[in-house]
């Protein structure tokens, strides 16, 4: 059971928008910034957002992410086969004094 | 460009022990936290140890407290994971990570990990 949680799926057709939402609590996302991470079949994570909503130089403004209370999401527009991966949320816990990961999202492009 | 090469994985009995190490480059090592991520076959991401810069300050979780031991040597650019008592449900792709500014932030670049496994 992680920390943060992901619905483990999701799905879209090409060209479609679709939100990937992350639950946390007060310790983790209700007092640190989130990140979200893509890990493409076979290779390792690349993060693709980071401080609740900025990305990465090279990460296209089809991905962002919003974050209020103790909830992030991410959004993905325009929705192209090349985003069909794993994709994870995680930040900081206060009480657990460590990092903690969402179960993951994988989603499919229809 | 930054590069970070995991190594020392391989199959180990329960109850074995092995290091970990990953090689960086591309960076100021010294100025930045390091972690250690691991991922189950068909599982999802793990967040296992982290480091300072410095290495003065360590962090793990409850899962491995205790067996395992993050340490890093700036001269060599180099971060380890001693691994000890390892156990089945150890068995994963170890992935070194490298934070951002923000040493509680982001993981701005992994590795290709190294994979553990542990069986008899």
């Known amino acids: 059971q992680s920390v943060l949680t992901q619905p483990p799926s999701a799905s879209g057709t090409p060209g479609q928008r679709v939100t990937i939402s992350c639950s946390g609590s007060?310790?983790?996302?209700?007092?640190?910034?989130v990140n979200w991470y893509q890990q493409l079949p076979g290779t390792a994570p690349k993060l693709l957002i980071y401080?609740?909503?900025q990305r990465p130089s090279g990460v296209p403004d089809r991905f962002s992410g919003s974050k209020s209370g103790t909830s992030a999401s991410l959004a993905i527009s325009g929705l192209q086969s090349e985003d069909e991966a794993d994709y994870y949320c995680?930040?900081?816990?206060?009480?657990?004094?460590?990092?903690?990961f969402g179960g993951g999202t994988k989603l499919t492009v229809l | 460009e930054v590069q970070l090469v995991e190594s020392g994985g391989g199959l180990v009995q329960p109850g074995g022990s092995l290091r970990l190490s990953c090689a960086s480059s591309?960076?100021?090592?010294?100025?930045?936290?390091m972690n250690w991520v691991r991922q189950a076959p068909g599982k999802g991401l793990e967040w296992v140890s982290a480091?300072?810069?410095?290495?003065?300050?360590?962090f793990y979780a409850d899962s491995v407290k205790g067996r395992f031991t993050i340490s890093r040597d700036n001269s060599k650019n180099t971060l380890y994971l001693q691994l000890n008592s390892l156990r089945a449900d150890d068995t994963a792709l170890y992935y070194c990570?490298?934070?951002?500014?923000?040493?509680?932030?982001?993981?701005?670049?992994w590795g290709q990990g190294t994979l553990v496994t542990v069986s008899s």
């Open positions: 480091v300072s810069g410095n290495g003065d300050r360590t």
């Open positions: 591309g960076f100021t090592f010294s100025s930045y936290a």
């Open positions: 990570a490298k934070a951002g500014p923000r040493s509680y932030g982001e993981l701005d670049y």
């Open positions: 401080s609740n909503n």
């Open positions: 995680s930040a900081w816990d206060d009480s657990l004094n460590g990092r903690v």
């Open positions: 007060r310790s983790n996302i209700g007092s640190n910034t």
